[in-house]
């Protein structure tokens, strides 16, 4: 059977309903698999179907018994009846089209067919392609046929042709299929419904690391702990761990890691999270691509979202960034490597981009605080990352920063964090935390104060001391700090706002 399809043979198709190209023999487009896998995600989730209307059409599927299926399903769903397969076979028997479609078996066979229903739209978008390459192919034939005419007018051929290419590309607009239109939705469903409000992928709503629907993006210097820091993600988007440097991790249904860059020093470093407990987990729902792809990000930029419905992942680790595109520096290079990012968080797949700093600024002092102009490649690369984390110390130290350099929500540290190379774990260092910090101040706290040690020294700037308010203020707000107003100054000097450990607080701890 063409194109790997297990569908019997004697299963009909519109191939043997419709015209042939005239020498060359080949078979009209169309995608089995990809039907199989659209019809049975309708049957195991009822909502996927509003999910692939608007992406299908009249005729999209290339099997008749397919199409027949299909029209079962949408008339479940506007009466908002179930769409599994028991109450399939039973409507399509009433119908009298259970056995043409190939009966009782092949429906349940369909809803075997388990790609996931997060691939779905995806696998729709398929069809619908494959479906128009048919009906321009149609149309193709159709002229060829007419130019053999005797007396054959070549004005009245192009007029029809410039007509049939007409309606084609209205009837692909109104339906909703046309690329000007096919990711177009009305502004309260864009507001409400597009997971705005959704929960993060890592920290708190109020101060966000990965947000759903956009990458996370981290960047360092060789040795610093870019991967050890990833690695504990994953493991806890895995469900093998519940936090990542103590901020809580989002699961995930199956992750595909790209490991580009030295895989097997990618897998030591996993190997110092994973037991032999983990084998299921890491077995069935951990999926690593070794070496180069097939082709760089900014060449093919549907590989992305292609790779991540090969897999089934619903998460994606490119690592490193330096392996995906052909070049970091060139502009349009780094645009079209945006696109493809897109195209996959447009189908629903969370990304982590692991990335190089620029080679000046690795010896950067302790503690400074580093900017998105230190990120290696063009500006276009950060531009289009949700958040960004940079990671600065020496190669190989287990004492770094990591500075939240771009921020879905409220800034994240800069944190001190402590790597253990043994275990591939890493740790906050207690001495930078606010509620620490002021639980050992008897004498209370100044935001200026407060600034001062979390820069480590030094006089803050005022984005510092902007900071250390918002943490001060915040611990007030979770009732683990007071606050006593300061004084404005006058002949006799001002006193500065200060706060203090709540009693509630020094009691938890004491």
Same mark, same amino acid.
């Given at each position: 059977m063409p194109q790997g399809t297990t569908l019997p043979p004697q299963m009909p198709s519109r191939y043997e309903e419709g015209p042939t190209l005239p020498l060359d023999g080949a078979e009209p487009p169309y995608n089995v698999d990809a039907e199989c896998a659209v019809l049975g995600a309708c049957m195991h989730n009822?909502?996927?179907?509003?999910?692939?209307? &608007?992406?299908?059409?009249?005729?999209?599927?290339?099997?008749?018994?397919?199409?027949?299926?299909?029209?079962?399903?949408?008339?479940?769903?506007?009466?908002?009846k179930p769409t599994d397969p028991i109450?399939?076979?039973?409507?399509?028997?009433? +119908?009298?089209?259970? +056995?043409?479609? =190939?009966?009782?078996?092949?429906?349940?066979?369909?809803?075997?067919?388990?790609? =996931?229903?997060?691939?779905?739209?995806?696998?729709?978008?398929?069809?619908?392609?494959?479906?128009? *390459?048919?009906? *321009?192919?149609?149309?193709?034939?159709?002229?060829?046929?007419?130019?053999?005419?005797?007396?054959?007018?070549?004005?009245?051929?192009?007029?029809?042709?410039?007509?049939?290419?007409? @309606?084609?590309?209205?009837?692909?607009?109104?339906?909703g299929q046309g690329r000007l239109n096919r990711f177009a939705r009305d502004g309260w469903s864009f507001v409400k419904e597009t997971g705005a409000d959704a929960e993060p992928l890592w920290g708190t709503r109020e101060k966000t690391v990965w947000a759903s629907g956009e990458s996370l993006m981290i960047v360092g210097a060789p040795g610093v702990g870019k991967t050890t820091l990833?690695?504990?993600?994953?493991? @806890?988007?895995?469900?093998?761990?519940?936090?990542?440097?103590?901020? &809580?991790?989002?699961?995930?249904?199956?992750? *595909?890691?790209?490991?580009?860059?030295?895989?097997?020093?990618?897998?030591?470093?996993?190997?110092?999270?994973?037991? &032999?407990?983990?084998?299921?987990?890491?077995?069935?729902?951990?999926?690593?691509?070794?070496?180069?792809?097939?082709?760089?990000?900014?060449?093919?930029?549907?590989l992305l979202a292609d790779l991540a419905a090969a897999h089934q992942a619903d998460t994606i680790v490119i690592d490193s960034l330096k392996d995906a595109v052909s070049t970091m520096v060139d502009d349009s290079a780094a645009v079209t490597f945006h696109n493809a990012r897109m195209r996959a968080l447009r189908n629903g797949v969370e990304i982590m981009e692991l990335h190089h700093q620029r080679k000046a600024t690795a010896d950067a002092p302790r503690g400074q605080r580093p900017s998105l102009d230190q990120v290696y490649g063009s500006t276009w690369i950060t531009a289009g990352a949700g958040s960004v984390l940079f990671v600065t110390g020496k190669a190989g130290d287990p004492a770094v920063t990591l500075h939240h350099l771009k921020t879905p929500t409220g800034e994240v540290g800069p944190l001190d964090v402590t790597h253990d190379h043994k275990r591939? $774990?890493?740790?906050?260092? &207690? $001495?930078?935390?606010?509620?620490? *910090?002021?639980?050992?101040?008897?004498?209370?706290?100044? $935001?200026?104060?407060?600034?001062?040690?979390?820069?480590g020294g030094g006089e803050p700037e005022r984005a510092d001391l902007e900071k250390a308010r918002r943490r001060l203020e915040n611990l007030v707000a979770t009732g683990l700090a007071t606050k006593a107003d300061g004084i404005a100054g006058g002949a006799g000097g001002g006193q500065q706002t200060r706060y203090y450990a709540s009693a509630r607080h020094l009691t938890a701890v004491g």
């Open positions: 009822i909502d996927v179907i509003d999910a692939i209307r &608007p992406v299908l059409g009249e005729d999209s599927f290339y099997r008749p018994a397919h199409e027949t299926i299909w029209r079962a399903l949408l008339a479940q769903r506007r009466e908002d109450v399939l076979v039973e409507l399509l028997q009433q +119908q009298g089209d259970l +056995q043409r479609v =190939g009966g009782r078996s092949y429906v349940f066979d369909l809803a075997n067919v388990l790609y =996931g229903t997060g691939s779905a739209e995806h696998h729709a978008e398929i069809v619908r392609k494959k479906a128009d *390459l048919r009906r *321009l192919r149609a149309s193709a034939v159709r002229t060829l046929q007419r130019a053999q005419e005797p007396g054959a007018d070549p004005e009245a051929i192009r007029s029809e042709v410039e007509t049939e290419v007409r @309606a084609e590309r209205e009837r692909a607009l109104a339906s990833a690695h504990q993600v994953i493991f @806890a988007r895995l469900g093998l761990q519940e936090t990542a440097l103590e901020m &809580p991790v989002a699961p995930s249904r199956r992750v *595909l890691y790209l490991a580009m860059d030295r895989p097997k020093q990618i897998a030591r470093a996993m190997d110092r999270l994973a037991f &032999p407990t983990d084998e299921k987990t890491l077995r069935e729902r951990l999926v690593v691509w070794e070496g180069p792809l097939p082709a760089t990000l900014d060449k093919e930029p549907d591939g $774990t890493t740790t906050l260092d &207690p $001495t930078k935390d606010p509620a620490v *910090l002021l639980r050992n101040a008897p004498n209370g706290m100044s $935001t200026r104060e407060l600034a001062t040690v979390l820069i």
